[in-house]
């Protein structure tokens, strides 16, 4: 927490510059008189910013000012339910000043404000500003262009069987995807805007009663310590708020589906959507909950079961398997059959590299050849993939670069983490499996053990907003187990979580007592 | 307090339990089998007597001082003069018991898995990951403890049933034949070994459910006692009188596994399952050890002395012994003696000086 704001980083000498430029209109609060108003806000958007400063008369009367981007808010409506409204139809006998038009322009969403900075931050946003002459308040509309991509199935979180919407750029959108699933009144949001320059909304969403307002507390507590330029991604957010950032585990869920986020939510989490981005973020998390998928919940609970277990094998694996194959082929041949250690020998008589160069060298060429695969444009995507399995594949081994041997076990190794449903989640085991590798290489299966213990220590050291990272098996508390190594079947669950929830004081959520739970 | 975190009663227990285990399991079969002969498979349930006797210790001083450790409430007993003579002796031992843990732990991975590689660098790697999780916090040598005693007791079970079908129950008699002296004096090894639920005495401040401490220190120590005696059973069902003649009779009992002619050879598997029972015991002991310093010295905390503390106790290892004979003889009989003074002994002395003098002064003084 005082890690979070330990980083706040020193302004830039530039936006120092900015600040003390633009700080004095902060304090100033509208003048009553038209053309100061007018004065100042040109003097903000001087030059280069394409703002509309639109003069006219109110009823033909009283002088008024129209600012807005016309690029940011859908023009028509402005004219049709503002501009024309006032300049014919506003009867006579009403003073025409800021407070009376807030009650008869015909926009539902129309606020006062008081200062020029606020004045301006609307004229950003794209809300336009009405400036009447003698009032010394502004009025601002709701009135925006809606320009977003439609709602299409998320590509990075695919399912067989589940809802195929995923969210969009727009925090509107995307908050009509959550309410629509989650109709409970007590499904409360918090709103805060982060970035000096980007102003980007981003929205706590929690469940009341059911999420702890500890936790909630201490979300909009470090969301608002949050000092940077702009946040384009929620990365940005996941990197300020983390307990750990420096870790290489997760501590934050990203996700483009709202099914999973309203899935959290019931279970106690809180999510932040983030204006601008598909990948809404939940915490708190444990290792296990990343490495579930929704569809865990979505198919038979026994084939479900059998899948989670099988992503948990192929997680280990995916993070010790080259390095297993290194120690054993190095240091403990005894251990592989003989039948087995023979062919294994024989692959690898012509090979110049001891196992471990050959290894890292596999196993870095997997990752370039991914790296190029996820960055190309699609049609030549298919290019690298011919060349990986081609050259890296066949050729090599031919050549006698690689052993046979080696080529499955990094295959193997690049299924399972293709396995993991979460692509952040993957992230820790495919860089951890180097450190490994090299322990492995040195120490063999004993260093391979003491690159586990240090991972397992850091585990066990790692919390996501307070709730230790490998809750709840250690610190243990079975009744959450069904979920970790089990998926008990719908009925047998929802006795369970309703049981939860009918024990549960307030203030007392299923999350809070794991953490309270040492 | 010193530390902050907070562990279960389950939690100290489950540490308890490799702290023990780790490196009895290698040698308390031979040494048993020296004295005991066949009987030694039951010596470890007379050595769970003092097992019992150093937990009610234990408890009996953590209910004179419930949130001090044993350093501490050396001083409020003896007063500041002699308490700290007697935490100076603990000073002194803990890092030589602590030596004495890293050094088994470098001559088995030298003998058994890494014969060409340094024993300052085998030592030395494990020492500082124990170091690491020290530093952690008493929380994370749980939890990390907890995780590595499932996985040290889930595969030590599974190759343990590997074995079945190499036992042979003859190998049982005859039971008694010299009467019951042999088994006693056998049952030394064990009892110094149990001797180490001391640890309970430094631990158990720091626990935050003490309401059934009793029933489940005693289902602890049974838990112990059961362990060595299936590892004892084993191994004398499995190599009868050869037991004594290999230094580590469970390695010799991994060679034995052989399912389907596909798993076999599995010393490799049983050393990396080993190490995560020794780490904990490392890890525990260099906890203890450094708890010790800081609150002899009177620290606020104890994370400073960690590094420094891991660092001695591996010069203490390569004090200890200058090969592979005298480590054996550290560990044998003659010195469990030793463990049996410094671990069942002084606390005892401590114990029975602290309740007179509860006596003397009445009540009230008890709980400063």
């Known amino acids: 927490m005082t890690k979070s704001l330990r980083r706040s980083g020193k302004p830039l000498p530039l936006r120092r510059h900015l600040q003390e430029h633009t700080e004095p209109a902060a304090v100033h609060p509208l003048s009553s008189h038209l053309q100061d108003n007018v004065a100042a806000l040109h003097a903000i958007y001087a030059e280069g910013s394409d703002v509309t400063f639109h003069a006219f008369q109110i009823n033909q009367k009283i002088e008024a000012v129209l600012i807005f981007r016309s690029e940011l808010c859908d023009t028509a409506l402005l004219d049709r339910q503002i501009l024309g409204p006032l300049i014919t139809g506003i009867p006579d006998n009403l003073p025409l000043n800021a407070d009376t038009l807030h009650r008869i322009v015909p926009v539902s969403s129309s606020k006062l404000v008081g200062t020029l900075t606020e004045a301006s931050l609307n004229i950003s946003s794209g809300h336009p500003i009405l400036i009447v002459e003698g009032s010394s308040s502004a009025l601002t509309f709701g009135l925006p262009k809606s320009e977003h991509r439609n709602v299409e199935e998320p590509t990075a979180e695919s399912t067989l069987r589940g809802p195929r919407e995923g969210f969009t750029e727009s925090l509107t959108v995307n908050i009509s995807l959550l309410r629509k699933r989650m109709k409970n009144p007590n499904f409360k949001m918090k709103s805060i805007s982060i970035g000096q320059y980007t102003h980007t909304t981003v929205r706590l969403a929690y469940l009341e009663g059911v999420t702890d307002p500890a936790i909630v507390a201490e979300a909009m507590r470090r969301l608002s ?19 750990q950032p420096k870790s290489p585990f997760p501590q934050m869920l990203s996700t483009e589906r709202p099914d999973v986020v309203c899935a959290n939510l019931l279970e106690g989490r809180f999510a932040l959507l983030i204006d601008g981005t598909p990948f809404a973020l939940v915490a708190p998390v444990t290792l296990f909950s990343m490495l579930q998928s929704p569809e865990d919940y979505y198919q038979h609970f026994m084939m479900s079961i059998f899948i989670r277990w099988l992503r948990y094998l192929f997680y280990f694996l995916s993070l010790v398997l080259p390095s297993a194959y290194v120690a054993i082929t190095t240091y403990h041949q005894e251990m592989i059959p003989t039948v087995l250690l023979l062919s294994v020998a024989k692959a690898r008589e012509e090979i110049p590299f001891p196992a471990l160069i050959e290894a890292l060298i596999m196993e870095i060429a997997f990752e370039a050849l991914r790296e190029a695969g996820v960055r190309l444009p699609k049609q030549v995507g298919a290019a690298v993939s011919i060349v990986g399995a081609l050259i890296i594949g066949q050729a090599a081994t031919t050549a006698g670069i690689v052993s046979a041997p080696m080529v499955i076990i990094v295959a193997i190794t690049g299924i399972a983490s293709f396995m993991i449903p979460r692509y952040s989640a993957g992230l820790a085991s495919r860089l951890l499996r180097f450190p490994i590798m090299l322990l492995a290489g040195t120490l063999g299966l004993t260093g391979m053990m003491l690159g586990m213990m240090l991972i397992v220590i850091h585990l066990c050291g790692l919390r996501s907003f307070g709730v230790p990272y490998l809750s709840p098996v250690t610190p243990t508390s079975s009744s959450v187990w069904r979920d970790v190594f089990w998926r008990s079947p719908p009925g047998a669950n929802r006795n369970q979580s309703s049981n939860h929830r009918s024990n549960r004081k307030p203030g007392m959520p299923i999350i809070a007592r794991q953490a309270n739970k040492r | 307090m010193i530390e902050k975190g907070k562990i279960s009663l389950a939690q100290m227990n489950i540490l308890i339990y490799p702290a023990i285990l780790a490196t009895s399991i290698l040698s308390v079969p031979s040494i048993t089998m020296a004295h005991a002969g066949h009987d030694m498979w039951f010596t470890p349930i007379w050595g769970a007597l003092v097992g019992f006797l150093t937990v009610f210790i234990a408890l009996g001083l953590n209910k004179l001082y419930p949130e001090r450790t044993m350093i501490e409430a050396s001083t409020a007993i003896l007063g500041s003069v002699l308490g700290k003579i007697f935490g100076l002796f603990y000073m002194l031992y803990l890092p030589h018991l602590t030596g004495v843990i890293i050094r088994t732990y470098g001559e088995f991975i030298i003998s058994n898995a890494l014969p060409h590689t ?80 001391i640890l309970i005495a ?91 310093i800081a609150q002899w010295l009177g620290m606020k905390d104890y994370r400073p002395v960690v590094f420094p503390t891991a660092f001695l106790c591996t010069v203490f290892a390569y004090w200890i012994a200058r090969g592979k004979s005298d480590i054996s003889g550290i560990i044998s009989a003659s010195s469990n003696l030793y463990t049996l003074i410094a671990l069942l002994i002084l606390p005892s002395l401590l114990l029975a000086i602290g309740m007179m003098r509860q006596k003397i002064s009445g009540q009230g003084k008890a709980a400063p």
């Open chain 1, 225 to 243: 310590a949050i000092e940077t330029d702009g946040i384009l991604e929620s990365e940005y957010i996941e990197e300020w708020i983390s307990d």
């Open chain 2, 202 to 292: 430094f631990l158990l401040p720091f626990v935050h459910n003490r309401s059934k401490v009793v029933r489940k220190s005693i289902i602890a120590v049974l838990y112990v006692t059961l362990s060595m005696v299936v590892i004892n059973v084993v191994c004398l069902l499995l190599m009868g009188d050869m037991t004594t003649s290999f230094a580590y009779p469970v390695m010799i009992a991994a060679r034995y596994i052989t399912i389907a002619d596909f798993m076999q050879h599995l010393e490799a598997f049983v050393i990396a399952i080993w190490i995560s029972g020794i780490f904990v015991k490392i890890s525990v002991f260099l906890y203890v050890y450094s708890l010790t």
């Open chain 2, 118 to 197: 340094p024993m300052y660098a085998i030592m030395g790697t494990m020492v500082l990951v124990c170091a690491i999780n020290v530093r952690s916090g008493l929380e994370v040598i749980a939890r990390s403890g907890q995780i590595f005693v499932a996985l040290f007791v889930i595969l030590a079970t599974f190759l343990l049933a590997l074995l079945i079908g190499e036992l042979h129950p003859a190998e049982f008699l005859p039971i008694g034949e010299k009467g019951l002296r042999p088994s006693i004096v056998g049952a030394l090894a064990p009892a110094a070994w149990l001797t180490e639920f």
